[in-house]
């Protein structure tokens, strides 16, 4: 499925696929400068890429956090990203009516975690044609989320993936419960890991989400030896000035290195099957 992306590339170099991005398009240089930072550690290591950015961000602790710089601006820097690069788009949706806006714009739909069991928005997300990527909710089970795939293949579109990103852990933590990416593979989907939101820690006092940065390269090398097919993570040339989720983005100089190390694991695992 994933070589129907379109414009994505090296999908048969036995590599993983990579979804990657800032959480929140800032603006079109900080866009631009971003893909083509990813855009040339991927194509040198030979790993599909898909851009990814968040037009609008409607999950926020607080109403005076960042949602980002117009709907429109914001979709219109994701379609010249991958007009200027070549290369997949993607960004969330939060309603029914915002699939067939986006999908103007993005090669996949993604629907996030919270609103993973949202009919209408996961049949109008199908109804696009376009590639749709779902979010486990970090209140279900791995195997529930077949009701989220039949959803999507019900309505006609069998382009669907799902991510994985961690399950509620008491108030503010996550955890990865690594069985569920062979499950979520047993319903004959790809299956990707979102590393920087496993490692968030929400609901922290003042408003503002927490993360774990450091333990990316860990739960990435887990993600990949157990048979994730895509590996997810927002980066930033500077994370503690983001204006959404920096606490827990991968710095953009740091992402070469741990692709290299993810790529080797990987041909790995190839070898021994």
Known sequence: MISQIKNIKHTDSGNFFLLAGPCAIEGEKMAMEIAEKILGISERLKIPFVFKGSYRKANRSRI??????????????????????????????????????????????????????????????????????????????????????????????????LTERGTTFGYQDLVVDYRGIPEMKALDVPVVLDITHSLQQPNQASGVTGGKPELIEVVARAGIAVGADGIFIETHPNPSEAKSDGANMLHLDLLEPLMEKLVLIKQTINQIG
């Open 64 to 161: 005076d956090s960042f949602t980002g710089i117009g709907d429109e601006k914001a979709l219109k820097i994701l379609r010249k990203v991958s007009e200027t690069y070549n290369i997949p788009v993607v960004t969330d949706i939060h309603t029914a009516e915002e699939a067939a806006i986006a999908a103007e714009y993005v090669d996949i739909l993604q629907i996030p975690a919270f609103l993973c069991r949202q009919t209408d928005i996961l049949v109008a997300a199908a109804n696009t044609g376009k590639v749709v990527n779902i979010k486990k909710g970090q209140f279900l089970s791995a195997d529930a989320m077949r009701f989220a795939v039949n959803k999507v293949r019900e309505s006609g579109n069998d382009k669907v993936m």
